[in-house]
Nanobody
Framework: QVQLEESGGGLVQAGGSLRLSCAAS????????MDWFRQAPGKERDFVAL????????RYADSVKGRFTISRDNAKNTIYLQMNSLKPEDTAVYYC???????????????WGKGTLVTVSS
């Protein structure tokens, strides 16, 4: 079992930055691939970014490439999402998820956090 808790969301103006954190507790955090997803109001959940177990492989949705950076600290059982140049369309609830596969599909994730709300004002 892995428990995930996101933090760092909030209200920011367009062009600003936020850093989200996802703290994990439970078993063998470093054995999991970690993803970030987001769900905007009235829309489906979308993949944002993923990071491999050792942090050497990262992948991003086209919509955030060049603006967001995913990272992890296995010693602290935590992943991060640095979000720069935020746009109003980035407004969403952001979820971290843990899985065994290097996948951008939500169905491949085994554990989910409860989410943190990011609101970007224009």
């Amino acid at each position: 079992q892995v428990q995930l808790e996101e933090s760092g969301g909030g209200l920011v103006q367009a062009g600003g930055s936020l850093r989200l954190s996802c703290a994990a507790s439970g078993q063998a955090f470093s054995s999991y691939v970690m993803d970030w997803f987001r769900q905007a109001p009235g829309k489906e959940r979308d993949f944002v970014a993923l990071i491999s177990r050792n942090g050497l492989i990262t992948r991003y949705a086209d919509s955030v490439k060049g603006r967001f950076t995913i990272s992890r600290d296995n010693a602290k059982n935590t992943i991060y999402l640095q979000m720069n140049s935020l746009k109003p369309e980035d407004t969403a609830v952001y979820y971290c998820a843990a899985g065994r596969l290097l996948s951008n599909r939500g169905e491949a994730m085994n554990y989910w956090g409860k989410g943190t709300l990011v609101t970007v004002s224009s």
